[in-house]
């Protein structure tokens, strides 16, 4: 079974820094590219980032441009992100997610809640 | 970035009747060399992460029933469920991987009348 679990969430001070995980199973991790979209309280989907399979191609939101980095570990099946100088509206849940094909997304995980406040 | 922008933000349809979502994108997502539309369709139920319907448009996802179905070509989409099971109320979003940023919909909210 293909599947994807998060972890690393929780409350963070503005300012702050989170590291999230995705532990990835059920299929080969290396052959394909993984992303991040996240979907604050009562609100819909935003992309954050995208990370190739082998890790030499990164794209960013501009909105954390700068603030946070992905990376993978295809020796661990496991994404990560990485976010720094944490804001209020960073806040939601994050989900990571396979591409497949020329860019869909399936499955997702179940997501992280990380709230940033004082 | 290509805004994608569905409507109506929310339906409220009786069971066994059609409901119908629309998205529309700010510029075509028709890869015109290979005739496919880069457009896939999500179902989110509450408190759960979406789930892939349809992607190129109007190809199903293994295991998605066959009231699910899209259509729509270039810039303007449609998610069609032919007949409203109670298992379909949820929030509805279309999402373009045409290009990077892969930018979703506002979702379109579906309930029981």
């Known amino acids: 079974e293909v599947q994807l679990v998060e972890s690393g969430g929780g409350l963070a001070q503005p300012g702050g820094s989170l590291r999230l995980s995705c532990a990835a199973s059920?299929?080969?991790?290396?052959?394909?590219?993984m992303h991040w979209v996240r979907q604050p309280p009562g609100k819909g989907l935003v992309w954050v980032s995208q990370i190739n399979s082998d890790g030499s191609s990164i794209t960013y939101a501009d909105s954390v441009k700068g603030r946070f980095t992905i990376s993978r570990d295809n020796a661990k099946n496991t994404v990560y992100l990485q976010m720094n100088s944490l804001r209020a509206e960073d806040t939601a849940v994050y989900y990571c997610?396979?591409?497949?094909?020329?860019?869909?997304?399936?499955?997702w995980g179940q997501g992280t809640l990380v709230t940033v406040s004082s | 970035d290509i805004v994608m922008t569905q409507s109506p933000d929310s339906l409220a349809v009786s069971l066994g009747e059609r409901a119908a979502i629309n998205c529309k994108s700010s510029?075509?997502?028709?890869?015109?060399?290979?005739?496919?539309?880069?457009l896939a369709w999500y179902q989110q139920k509450a408190g759960q992460p979406p789930k892939l319907l349809i992607y190129w448009s109007s190809t199903r996802e293994s295991g998605v029933p066959d009231r699910f179905s899209g259509s729509g070509s270039g810039t303007d989409f449609t998610l069609t469920i032919s007949s409203l099971q109670a298992e379909d109320v949820a929030v509805y979003y279309c999402?373009?991987?045409?290009?990077?940023?892969?930018?979703f919909g506002q979702g379109t909210k579906v309930e029981i009348k």
């Open positions: 999402q373009q991987y045409y290009t990077t940023p892969e930018t």
């Open positions: 059920g299929f080969t991790f290396s052959g394909h590219w």
């Open positions: 997610s396979r591409g497949i094909g020329s860019g869909w997304f399936d499955p």
């Open positions: 510029q075509s997502i028709l890869h015109g060399s290979i005739n496919k539309n880069y």
